[in-house]
C-alpha cells in the first residue's frame, strides 16, 4: 500500500509539472507571436506585397487563437488543481472549453485563409516596394514555429491534451505557411518587376489559403 501510495503522489507530481511546462508553452507562444502582428504591419508601411499583407492578417488571426487556446489551458489547470467535486459535471465542461479552444484554432485558420485568397485575387500588380522586413519575420518565423511544433508534440505525446494537440496541428500549419511566404517574398525581392515574381506572389497567397481552409475546417469539425 505504501509503496501504491508513493507511485500515485508520483504520478501526481508528474502529471502536474508536465501541466504546467504545457502552460509555460502557451505562454511563451502569446509572448512570441504578439510581435508579429506589429511589426508585419510596420512592414506594409514598406512594402505591399499581396502575401505579405495577408502573412498580417494570418498572424493577428492566429494570435487570437493562441490566446484564447492559453486562457482555456489555464481555467482547465486550476479546475484540475483544487476541484474533485462532480466528474461527470466537470468533464461536460471541460470538454466545452476545450471545443471553444478548437473552435478559436480552425475558425483562425479558415478566416486567414478566407482572407488570402480575396487578397490574392482582387489585389493589384503595383510596384512591391520593400518585402526585406517581412521576409526576415518569415524566416524567423520558419524556424520558431518549428521548434513549438516540435515542442507541443512532444507534450501531447507524454500526456494527450486536445488543446495542446490543437496547437501542434497549428503550429505545422504556421511553419509550412511561414516557408511558402519566404519562398514567395524572395521571389518579390530578388526580381519585384518580373511577370513570374506576380504569379508566385498570388500563387503563394492562394497555396496557403487553401492549405489553411482545409485545416481549418477539419479543426472545427474535430470532436
Given amino acids: 500500500m505504501e509503496q501504491e501510495s508513493v507511485e500515485t503522489l508520483y504520478q501526481k507530481s508528474s502529471d502536474i509539472m508536465k501541466q504546467k511546462s504545457g502552460e509555460r508553452t502557451l505562454l511563451a507562444s502569446v509572448l512570441l507571436s504578439s510581435p508579429g502582428p506589429i511589426v508585419m504591419g510596420v512592414s506594409l508601411y514598406f512594402g505591399r506585397s499581396s502575401t505579405q499583407l495577408a502573412d498580417f492578417i494570418r498572424r493577428t488571426a492566429e494570435l487570437v487563437a493562441i490566446i484564447a487556446s492559453w486562457i482555456v489551458y489555464r481555467i482547465l489547470h486550476k479546475r484540475s488543481e483544487t476541484e474533485a467535486a462532480n466528474c461527470e459535471l466537470d468533464s461536460i465542461h471541460k470538454n466545452k472549453l476545450e ?39 518569415a524566416v524567423l518565423g520558419v524556424i520558431t514555429n518549428s521548434w513549438f511544433w516540435l515542442r507541443y508534440s512532444k507534450l501531447n505525446r507524454e500526456k494527450p491534451n486536445v488543446i495542446l494537440a490543437a ?27 518580373s511577370q513570374a515574381t506576380l504569379y508566385v506572389d498570388l500563387g503563394g497567397s492562394i497555396v496557403v489559403a487553401i492549405y489553411l481552409i482545409i485545416n481549418g475546417v477539419r479543426q472545427v469539425r474535430q470532436r
Avoid at 103 to 125: D, E, H
Avoid at 174 to 179: E, F, G, M, N, Q
Fill in 99 to 137: 471545443r471553444i479552444a478548437n473552435l478559436f484554432v480552425g475558425a483562425a485558420m479558415c478566416l486567414s485563409g478566407l482572407v488570402m485568397i480575396f487578397i490574392a485575387l482582387f489585389s493589384s500588380g503595383n510596384e512591391k516596394g520593400n518585402v526585406i522586413p517581412g521576409l526576415v519575420i
Fill in 167 to 193: 496547437q501542434s496541428k497549428l503550429y505545422f500549419a504556421k511553419s509550412l505557411v511561414d516557408t511558402c511566404v519566404t519562398i514567395a517574398l524572395i521571389f518579390v525581392a530578388v526580381a519585384p518587376a
